[in-house]
C-alpha cells in the first residue's frame, strides 16, 4: 500500500490477539519512520481495549513529502502491553493544593 504525502490509511497487520482482562496495548510509532520517512500514527499512542478481537491494524499518515510504500512484513509500529489502572472518580467542592496550583503549560520545572 502506498501512502501519497497527507495520507492516511488502516494497514492491516494479519493477526488478531487476546489481550487478558485488566491489561491494554498501546500501540506506537516507529521513529525511524517518523524521522527518515515523515510516517506516524494520528492518534498515537493507540489503545487496544482488551475485549478486541478483530485483526490488529494501525493507523499511519504520511507527514513527509514523498510517497511511502508499506511493505508486507514491513515493521511499522510498536506495542507494548500495560496493566490498565481503574480509578473510583469522586466529585468535590474544592481541590486540593499544589505548589504549581492552577498553573498552565510550560509552568513546571520553575
Do not use: W
Not at 496495548?25 to 499512542?45: C, D, E, F, W
Not at 508486507?72 to 466529585?91: C, E, F
Not at 486540593?96 to 498553573?103: E, H, I, L
Amino acid at each position: 500500500m502506498t501512502l501519497a504525502p497527507g495520507d492516511i490509511a488502516m494497514i492491516p497487520c494479519g493477526f488478531a490477539m487476546a489481550i487478558p482482562h485488566g491489561f491494554e496495548a498501546q500501540v506506537r510509532p516507529r521513529s525511524g519512520l517518523a524521522t527518515k520517512h515523515g510516517i506516524g500514527m494520528p492518534n498515537a499512542p493507540g489503545t487496544v481495549d482488551s475485549d478486541y478481537r478483530g485483526e490488529m491494524k494501525v493507523p499511519l499518515v504520511n507527514l513527509g513529502r514523498a510517497p511511502f510504500t508499506v511493505e508486507h512484513g514491513m515493521r511499522i509500529a510498536q506495542m507494548v502491553v500495560a496493566p490498565v489502572a481503574r480509578a473510583t472518580v469522586r466529585v468535590v467542592e474544592e481541590l486540593d493544593g499544589t505548589s504549581r496550583g492552577a498553573g498552565g503549560f510550560g509552568s513546571t520545572g520553575r
